[in-house]
Antibody
Framework: QLQLQESGTRPVKPSETLSLTCAVSGGSISSNSYYWGWIRQPPGKGLEWIGT???????YYNPSLKSRVTISVDTSKNQFSLTLSSVTAADTAVYYC???????????????WGQGTMVTVSS | DIQMTQSPSSLSASVGDRVTITCRASQSISSFLNWYQQKPGEAPKLLIYTASTLQSGVPSRFSGSGSGTDFTLTISSLHPEDFTSYYC?????????FGGGTKVEIK
C-alpha cells in the first residue's frame, strides 16, 4: 500500500527558506503513470496547489509562488522535496504531499495523500 | 487561471437527507473535475474523479455529475460521518485550482 510521509524543519523564521521532503513507500516514485505534488492549507482556509513534479524532473508550479518555489526529486531515495524561499506569515499552513495519476488525456486527481505537516512562520 | 466556485459554502442537513453541492468553473474544463472530503485534522480524501468516477472504496451514496463548467456532488442519504467539508478541484490545466469548500453541518 502506497504511503507518503512529509518531514522537514519547522518552525521557520520570516525571510528564511522552508524545506520539506516527502518520502514515498510501498511503491516507486519512478513510474510513468504518476506525477507527485505539493498542496498547502492555511489554518481554517482552503486548499492551494503549490506544484507538481515527474520522476524525470519535469515541474509545474503555481504562478503565484513560482518565483519562490523549487520542487525536486531524488529517485535513489524514492522521495521528492519542496523549498519555499523568503517566507512570511502568509506561508503558515499545513503542507501536504500527494500522488497525481497521469493518463494520455491528462491528469486525474490527487489520490494518495500524506498526513500533512504544519509549518509555522514566526520570529 | 481557472476559478472554481463552490456553493453553498455551508449547509445544514439531517441524517438521511439528500444533499447536493455545486461547483462552477470559470471556463470549460471538460470532465476534469474532482471531489474531495476532508475531516478536521486530516488530509483530504478523494471521493470522485473525472466528474463522475467513484474512487475505489468510496460508498455508493456519493455520486458526481456534470461537464463543461457546471458540476454537482450528491450524497443520496447523509450518514453521521458525512458531516464535514468538501472541495472540488479542476485538473484540466495549470495552475490546478480548488473550490473554496462546502461545510456540511448537522441541523
Amino acid at each position: 500500500q502506497l504511503q507518503l510521509q512529509e518531514s522537514g524543519t519547522r518552525p521557520v523564521k520570516p525571510s528564511e527558506t522552508l524545506s520539506l521532503t516527502c518520502a514515498v513507500s510501498g511503491g516507486s516514485i519512478s513510474s510513468n503513470s504518476y506525477y507527485w505534488g505539493w498542496i498547502r492549507q492555511p489554518p481554517g482556509k482552503g486548499l492551494e496547489w503549490i506544484g507538481t513534479i515527474f520522476y524525470s524532473g519535469s515541474t509545474y508550479y503555481n504562478p503565484s509562488l513560482k518565483s519562490r518555489v523549487t520542487i525536486s526529486v531524488d529517485t535513489s531515495k524514492n522521495q521528492f522535496s519542496l523549498t519555499l524561499s523568503s517566507v512570511t506569515a502568509a506561508d503558515t499552513a499545513v503542507y501536504y504531499c500527494a500522488r497525481l495519476p497521469y493518463v494520455t488525456q491528462g491528469w486525474h486527481a490527487f489520490d494518495v495523500w500524506g498526513q500533512g505537516t504544519m509549518v509555522t512562520v514566526s520570529s | 487561471d481557472i476559478q472554481m466556485t463552490q456553493s453553498p459554502s455551508s449547509l445544514s442537513a439531517s441524517v438521511g437527507d439528500r444533499v447536493t453541492i455545486t461547483c462552477r468553473a470559470s471556463q470549460s474544463i471538460s470532465s476534469f473535475l474532482n471531489w474531495y472530503q476532508q475531516k478536521p485534522g486530516e488530509a483530504p480524501k478523494l471521493l470522485i474523479y473525472t466528474a463522475s468516477t467513484l474512487q475505489s472504496g468510496v460508498p455508493s451514496r456519493f455520486s458526481g455529475s456534470g461537464s463543461g463548467t457546471d458540476f454537482t456532488l450528491t450524497i443520496s442519504s447523509l450518514h453521521p460521518e458525512d458531516f464535514t467539508s468538501y472541495y472540488c478541484q479542476q485538473s484540466y490545466s495549470t495552475p490546478l485550482t480548488f473550490g473554496g469548500g462546502t461545510k456540511v453541518e448537522i441541523k
